[in-house]
């Protein structure tokens, strides 16, 4: 998955629309091929429920939680989720094709299907659109609110989840329409030299991208608080050791808040992160990431031996298409 995932963004900031009157909630998961033995639903106000697998490798439980929008976890991918009053939730699918199979069945289900529904359609969107010119971009967009709102009303869906989804509509149009113009404005970077940075190195003293001239440097720009962005670190770590010796470096920018400088320096150590770690002078506003037009991480950037750019919105470590280029490039 691309790390255009705006929906699930949004929902953030309409988690729960009733958070006085707690519900039972009865949630059981199946899930083939899975990555984790254990899932989490987070949801607004610190709601946090972890659910173990059983003997009978099922994921079960029965909890209290208001009604609203949730996102379940198995550890790497993430989906959101619709709580209603007594709902009894039988969830399948198979963490290989995360998205793709995504099933709900049960009592107060509905809205969830379409939550995994509408996620699977912006996933194809945002793969399909980003990719063209202005014109067919927004033809696509219009196409895709169209869509949108249609399926939307054939639902029989509670009132104020279709009012939340359809503020969530207009927001995601909205950020999808200027996300496509900064992707455009990132890509015109390609085969340019870039920025160069001076930050702070965890294992003393500054290190600068210059530095480095002579090596392929794969970046990764990300931050202690993001989940995703932790998501990633196992893989990145295999990444490195795969490629430990060749002609690249991996180089780690932290961009937390100054004040969390103590916290970012613990998750090294208590992590054991490997590459180059460094911390960037003004987090978000620091010149080398406003320079990229970075807006949400984690992102990773590649720059070739000359210090040009080869791609200024990589592959995650995750991606195979990652280890398929860099077998290219160090072969």
Same mark, same amino acid.
């Given at each position: #998955?691309?790390?255009? $995932?705006?929906?699930?963004?949004? #929902?953030?900031? *309409? ?8 519900? %039972?909630?009865? +949630? ?5 091929? @899975?990555n984790s033995d254990t899932l989490v639903i987070r949801?607004?106000?610190? +709601?946090?429920?972890? $659910? ?8 079960? =439980? ?30 399948? #699918? ?8 995504? *099933? ?10 379409? /939550? ?8 194809? +969107? !945002? ?9 067919? +971009?927004?033809? /696509? ?20 989840? !279709? ?10 149009? %909205? ?54 962005? @932790?998501?990633? $670190?196992?893989?990145? %770590?295999?990444?490195e050791e795969k490629y430990h010796g060749k002609n690249?470096?991996? *180089?780690?920018?932290? $961009?937390?808040? =100054? ?18 770690? /460094? ?14 037009? *970075?807006?949400?991480?984690? @992102? ?15 592959? @995650? ?5 990652? !280890? ?8």
């Amino acid at each position: #998955m691309r790390k255009v $995932i705006l929906f699930a963004l949004i #929902m953030l900031s *309409v988690f729960n629309v009733d958070a006085q009157t707690k519900n %039972q909630i009865k +949630f059981t998961a199946k899930i083939a091929n @899975r990555n984790s033995d254990t899932l989490v639903i987070r949801g607004a106000n610190n +709601f946090t429920q972890i $659910i173990p697998i059983d003997k009978k490798g099922v994921f079960a =439980a029965t909890f209290e939680a208001p009604k609203g929008f949730y996102q379940f976890s198995d550890g790497h991918e993430v989906s959101s989720l619709y709580l209603k009053p007594n709902s009894e939730i039988n969830l399948t #699918m198979d963490a290989k094709q995360f998205d793709e199979t995504i *099933v709900y069945k049960g009592k107060g289900v509905d809205e969830s299907n379409f /939550l995994a529904l509408y996620s699977l359609n912006n996933e194809k +969107f !945002q793969n399909e659109a980003f990719t063209k010119d202005e014109t067919e +971009f927004a033809a /696509l967009l219009e196409a895709k609110k169209k869509w949108d709102n249609e399926t939307l009303e054939k639902g029989k869906y509670d009132a104020e989840f !279709q009012t939340a989804v359809k503020n969530a509509f207009s927001q995601f149009h %909205q950020y999808a329409a200027q996300a496509y113009q900064s992707n455009a404005q990132t890509n015109k970077l390609k085969g340019k030299p870039s920025p160069d940075f001076d930050y702070e190195n965890y294992k003393g003293g500054k290190t600068k991208l210059s530095d480095l001239k002579g090596k392929y440097v794969y970046i990764d720009l990300w931050a202690t608080w993001c989940g995703p962005c @932790r998501a990633e $670190i196992p893989f990145l %770590q295999k990444i490195e050791e795969k490629y430990h010796g060749k002609n690249i470096e991996f *180089v780690s920018i932290s $961009i937390d808040k =100054a004040k969390d400088n103590e916290k970012w320096k613990k998750f090294v150590a208590d992590k054991n992160l490997g590459g180059i770690q /460094l911390f960037a002078d003004k987090d978000w506003e620091s010149e080398f990431v406003t320079s990229y037009g *970075v807006t949400g991480i984690p @992102r990773f950037i590649l720059i070739d031996p000359k210090g040009n750019i080869l791609n200024p919105d990589a592959d @995650r470590p995750s991606s195979p298409e990652l !280890q398929t280029q860099l077998d290219t490039l160090l072969k």
